[in-house]
């Protein structure tokens, strides 16, 4: 088992940042890549942002590229979502996850999710 703890959301203006952290315990060594979900109000959840184990490689959706930055420590077994220029569209719950897979911009290709962590933009 692996469990995932997201934190580091809150309520910001638009044009702001925040900076989201997803800490990984259990079995750490049974996943690979690491990723973002978000879920918007009355809408399904949906990829933002993902990384490879070492690193090397990162993913994101068409509408958060150029803003927000995905990184990871596996020192201290944590991956990081840095949210730059937010805008009201990307308020929702975001989601941290965990995959075994090499395609990793759906859903089913995680194994592992974290309970969330509201992120909220104001106009």
């Known amino acids: 088992q692996v469990q995932l703890v997201e934190s580091g959301g809150g309520l910001v203006q638009a044009g702001g940042s925040l900076r989201l952290s997803c800490a990984a315990s259990g079995r750490t060594f049974s996943y690979n890549a690491m990723g973002w979900f978000r879920r918007a109000p009355g809408r399904e959840r949906e990829f933002v942002s993902a990384?490879?184990?070492?690193?090397?490689?990162?993913y994101y959706a068409d509408s958060v590229k150029g803003r927000f930055t995905i990184s990871r420590d596996n020192a201290k077994n944590t991956v990081y979502l840095q949210m730059d220029s937010l805008q009201p569209e990307d308020t929702g719950v975001y989601y941290c996850?965990?995959?075994?897979?090499?395609?990793?911009?759906?859903?089913?290709?995680?194994?592992?999710w974290g309970q969330g962590t509201q992120v909220t933009v104001s106009s």
């Open positions: 990384i490879s184990w070492s690193g090397s490689s990162t």
């Open positions: 996850a965990a995959s075994r897979e090499s395609y990793l911009y759906t859903t089913s290709s995680y194994v592992y």
